[in-house]
């Protein structure tokens, strides 16, 4: 996000999903937490439709950010989406991925699974969820199909959803508050990739 008044409204909205929920953000809300004039955030967003989608897109942007210099290229044309990755250095990543992910902002977490929720309700937010969710599944797909994956596609889904399930239980499930190491979360994957790839 270019605009730092737009940036600035959309954290301030993530910090009031992550404290108060869906019920607890507004616009009025959204100009008190953010420290600016009353109707600055209708300005930008002038609808809650506009405004779940504004944070959506901040929080899209956290999390390419969180990831950077972890995931390789997305890019058709991107050489490390073509070499072969070892099943090791696989776990590896995914370990280090996960782990970078939950050490840091956990409020980033529980208000992308607020957004998650009130997507299955707002097609016009499914979309763009579904749209920012594909920047994350098409490296997995990848890096499995370099890994050996016999159905990468498959397999890159799953492990995505393996990814999420991890966090979701380290952040609101009934794993919550309990530490996962860097050596928890290689063996895990490990685990999970010598299941996927044999």
Do not use: W
Not at 27 to 51: F, I, M, Y
Not at 144 to 151: K, P, Q, V, Y
């Amino acid at each position: 996000m270019s605009n730092q008044r737009v940036t600035r409204i959309a954290d301030a909205a993530i910090e009031i999903l992550a404290e108060r929920g869906m019920r607890g953000l507004t616009h009025r809300a959204v100009d008190e937490a953010a420290g600016l004039p009353s109707g600055s955030t209708s300005n930008h967003a002038r609808t809650r439709a506009a405004l779940l989608g504004l944070t959506l897109a901040r929080l899209t942007e956290l999390e390419c950010g969180l990831f950077a210099g972890l995931m390789p290229d997305a890019d058709a044309g991107g050489a490390a989406m073509k070499a072969t990755v070892d099943p090791a250095a696989l776990a590896e990543l995914l370990a280090q991925v996960t782990h970078r992910a939950l050490d840091r902002d956990r409020h980033v977490r529980i208000a992308r699974y607020e957004l998650a929720l009130e997507a299955t309700r707002r097609p016009e937010l499914r979309e763009i969820y579904d749209r920012a969710g594909a920047g994350f599944r098409e490296p997995a797909v990848a890096l499995l199909a370099a890994a050996g994956s016999a159905d990468p596609v498959r397999h890159g889904r799953q492990t995505v959803a393996f990814v999420e399930g991890i966090m979701f239980d380290s952040v609101v499930g009934a794993g919550a508050g309990a530490a996962l190491s860097i050596d928890d979360l290689r063996a895990a994957f490990t685990e999970f990739l010598r299941g996927v790839l044999s």
